[in-house]
């Protein structure tokens, strides 16, 4: 038994068509998808409709709650006007009606078809807004295990790869199609394969047109009307790793208008290959 889960596509219909033919070429029985299909990036709606129509089953991601949050208007009314928050009401004016209902619909968590040993969710057993990592403490993933009936897993959200092996059961997290944070910008996915001893479990790492979907924040208008959030979001597709969260810190903590402010100051000090707690303890 071969199954295949990918998560975090983040809008980004190019590397979510390279997964789409390496899985067509790995035999899978079955396959899986983590959410935030949306968010962070200017294809959506497409993506919504590429995952819909191979039929793949998916949970919900914080960025599709979030999404919808401003397709709804339950948000802030300044977040409805004000240009900080110019790229997320792009993002949910991009979806079509049809994408709005499909994102709308899906679940928390859900299990494998196939087998009784695995769950997926977005974030954790808990919340699909709470990450899990390398960094996360083996007590804490023992915790999550312990919220499931599943002795697998899986989880995506922090955009990078784990795999942790526990008295309780394992821990994957797959990583991100659309936007790696690991330094690598292919496009990543899993596959868990259902052997004798166990599971094992195959990080699997596609090449696509990353020039194509950068591309793509230029034609699509999101790069001009989605002001300062829109450009760090595209230099987080070309650097494989975060700037978004980073910079919102950065003007937390110097009181600074987010939607002013230079993005040529916070490079001064943000080296986006080393350690975010390293960056965070300078603020």
């Known amino acids: 038994m071969r199954i295949a889960v990918l998560a975090d596509i983040h ?28 968010g962070r990036g200017p294809q959506g709606s497409a993506v919504v409709r590429r995952i819909s129509e191979r039929g793949w089953r998916s949970v919900r991601g914080n960025h ?6 401003f397709c709804r208007s339950e948000v802030p009314a300044s977040w409805l006007s004000t240009e900080e928050w110019a790229a997320s009401r792009w993002m949910a004016a991009e979806l079509d009606s049809d994408s709005a209902a499909y994102i709308d619909a899906l679940p928390f968590s859900m299990t494998s078809a196939l087998t009784d040993e695995l769950r997926l969710v977005h974030g954790s057993p808990r919340s699909n807004c709470e990450g899990i ?52 910008w292919r496009a990543q996915y899993a596959i868990l394969t259902r052997l004798p001893d166990g599971w094992h479990v195959e990080f699997r790492q596609i090449p696509y047109d990353r020039e194509a979907f950068l591309n793509a924040y230029e034609s699509s208008g999101f790069l001009a009307d989605g002001g300062v959030t829109a ?24 009181d600074l208008d987010m939607s002013t402010a230079h993005i040529a100051d916070f490079l001064d000090i943000y080296n986006p290959n080393r350690p975010l707690a390293e960056f965070f303890a300078l603020l």
């Not at 033919?21 to 899978?28: A, C, F, H, S, W």
């Not at 969260?245 to 937390?252: G, H, L, Q």
């Open 11 to 38: 809008a980004n219909l190019p590397a979510l068509e390279a997964v789409i033919e390496d899985i067509d070429r790995q035999g899978v029985d079955e396959v899986l998808v983590g959410g935030d299909l949306v």
């Open 64 to 69: 599709e709650d979030y999404l919808l949050s």
């Open 133 to 184: 990592g390398v960094w996360t403490p083996a007590e804490d993933l023992e915790s999550h295990l312990s919220l499931v009936d599943e002795s697998v897993l899986i989880c995506g959200h922090t955009h990078r790869t784990m795999e942790r092996h526990l008295p309780l059961g394992l821990v994957v997290n797959v990583g991100s199609v659309g936007l790696p944070f690991n330094g690598d």
């Open 231 to 254: 450009t760090l979001l595209r230099m987080e597709v070309s650097h494989a790793r975060p700037f978004l969260v980073p910079f919102m810190k950065w003007t937390t903590a110097r």
